[in-house]
């Protein structure tokens, strides 16, 4: 009776309250006053103090990001390179040379000295009877060549259109005859049939396995009675550039059964042939200042370089302002000025050894070992088998080094591998 009673007491007082008790129940503790606290209590054992502390470094080294990951282009010199570790000597060598295809034993060339490519000529379209050669014979012939290669070789073409066309010209291939000048296509249609025409051109020799067309012709030649004036493609250097940036953008972006291609692009003659001669018959020279390379014929060439042009073709003019002694092909200034004032990384290319203008001047028959040790990564020759003896040779006796081949080796099997020529 008592539990009861003091029970219904509690609960009165707690009804009585309004709830308050149960409020101040949820209630967060309040914290008693910071002076009721007290003072710390004091550490019986406290750390000792250092008595000559190390001074902060005012310049402390920055944090290291993370490695960026690996680019497209790493990868491929990752694999470049991999490739290069299992060559010989011997395969370098080949491989640094874009011959003219032989007339005959093409595959048998081609297994001995595992050449870096094929430079085809007019009759590499035709039949030993002087027909033409069907897209089913033509796709025969070079898988003989490609075959017995142990790197996949570069076919390549001089198919400008106009007054230098080889593959165009055979009907099997082109159904629409012989591909027409760039100056002619761009003064009838402006750019956008010039862009058109690039396109389809290209497009077409990819299909009949041509990886590498030797244009667009990056020249500035004013003077209607110039040699390079109706393979020029634009009048002033403006202009050329303009167009040659438009040619080398649609090369990039070809297309065969549907599937997007790039068909290898050169630009040529490095450092300008300007209104000059005619090399193929003698040595020529240019006296031209320096100024007016700067402000017209390298436009086009930086034009296509920005453009993704994979390789320059340099001439064998003896331009006076960069090397008065040497041809531009031989001449170590061109090749630093390519380098070094237009930024070029890709695949430097002589013109053809076998030239009048260097024929002139090559004496000693060791055209090929000049032109390595001026900077060129390919030769183009027909010679071939003599050149790669005087290099052989030239590396025998310390004149050419391995480490140079490695050089130019690495830059071409990179090209390969972005044109897909080799997995």
Known sequence: MKRACLLALILALLLGAGGCALRLDRAEPVPPPQEELGPAPVDPDPA???????????DPAPVQPDPAPPTGEDLLKARAQEIMAGMTLEEKIGQMFFAR???????????EYQLGGYLLFLRDFQTAGGGWLTAEQLAASLEGDRAEAKIAP?????EEGGTVARASRNPNLFSGGRAPSPRSVAEAGGEAALAEETFAKNSTLLLHGINVNFAPVADVATDPAAFMYQRAVGESAEETARLVETMVAWMKQCRVNGELRQIGVVLKHFPGYGNCGDTHTGAITDDRPYEQFEQEDFLPFAAGIAAGADAVLVSHNT?????PDLPASLSPEVHRILREELGFDGVIMTDDLA????????????AAVLAIAAGNDMLVTTDFEGQIAQVALALEDGTLTE???????LRILIWKLRLGVIE
């Open 48 to 58: 000792p103090v250092d008595p000559d502390p190390a001074p902060v470094d005012p």
């Open 403 to 409: 480490e140079r081949l490695d050089e130019s080796v």
């Open 319 to 323: 331009v006076t302002c960069m090397d």
């Open 101 to 111: 295809r032989p007339a005959s034993d093409t595959a048998e060339k081609m297994a």
């Open 154 to 158: 570069f076919f390549g073409v001089d």
């Open 355 to 366: 030239m009048g203008a260097v024929t002139a001047y090559d004496v000693s028959g060791e």
